[in-house]
């Protein structure tokens, strides 16, 4: 199973920060698909998930701004973040989080990342 | 629910018994992963469920722990653990992190 992440590297402020997650190597079967960011300032940051159905859980601190879809014709998922500051510099990672009640939720694969710079 | 790791760093040599904290600020049961990360990489799943070794993850690493309190164990270090170390609650969402233990090269 592999995850390569995709979309523009510079966002300006004010702009709409959209990423493309294609996933190779198997099928999105019964699991969340999620995204997550890290920066020197917030460390990581779980921002949602998204599940073949198009059920979809999203950060409560992210939520108003955010949203989430998944193509499985494509296989791929899609992270769009609204009106970005420079608080949304980050690496952004997609990754297949395992959720179960007895186990709970977490990632066992991920993609190498993406390098976004909001900025004018 | 808040996550605290300690150390946040780590000095340490090759051969040598590590153990990484990470302190729950409410009970979470076994809902708790570790993550090891090196410079330029993605997190890699070490341990879930607080206990559960990954499938491929050498079994020099160890987690123990439930409610508020966890350890990682690093039984015998090697070259190519020097990496920082997350937590992970696994338990309601949105999951959180902790901030990490960077673990170094004595």
């Known amino acids: 199973v592999q995850l390569q992440e995709s979309g523009p590297q510079l966002v300006k402020p004010s702009e709409t920060l959209s990423l493309t997650c294609t996933l190779s190597?198997?099928?999105?079967?019964?699991?969340?698909w999620a995204w997550i960011r890290q920066s020197p300032g917030t460390g990581l940051e779980w921002i949602a998930y998204?599940?073949?159905?198009?059920?979809?859980n999203l950060n409560p601190s992210l939520k108003s701004r955010l949203s989430i879809s998944i193509d499985t014709t494509k296989s791929q998922f899609s992270l769009r973040l609204a009106s970005v500051t420079a608080a949304d510099t980050a690496v952004y990672f997609c990754?297949?989080?395992?959720?179960?009640?007895?186990?709970?939720?977490?990632?066992?694969?991920w993609g190498t990342g993406i390098t976004v710079t909001v900025s004018s | 629910i808040q996550l605290t790791q300690s150390p946040s760093s780590l000095s340490a040599s090759v051969g040598d018994r590590v153990t990484i904290t990470c302190r729950a600020s409410?009970?979470?049961?076994?809902?708790l992963a570790w993550y090891q990360q090196k410079p330029g990489e993605a997190p890699k799943l070490l341990i879930y469920?607080?206990?559960t070794l990954e499938s491929g993850v050498p079994s020099r690493f160890s987690g123990t722990g439930s409610g508020t309190e966890f350890t990682l164990t690093i039984s015998s270090l090697q070259p190519e653990d020097f990496a920082t170390y997350y937590c992970?609650?696994?338990?309601?969402?949105?999951?959180?992190f902790g901030l990490g233990t960077k673990l170094d090269i004595k």
């Open positions: 990754a297949r989080q395992q959720s179960s009640y007895d186990l709970g939720n977490y990632m066992d694969v």
């Open positions: 190597g198997d099928s999105f079967g019964l699991y969340h």
């Open positions: 998204v599940h073949y159905s198009g059920g979809a």
């Open positions: 409410q009970g979470i049961s076994s809902y």
């Open positions: 469920s607080a206990s």
């Open positions: 992970q609650r696994l338990n309601a969402y949105p999951p959180a």
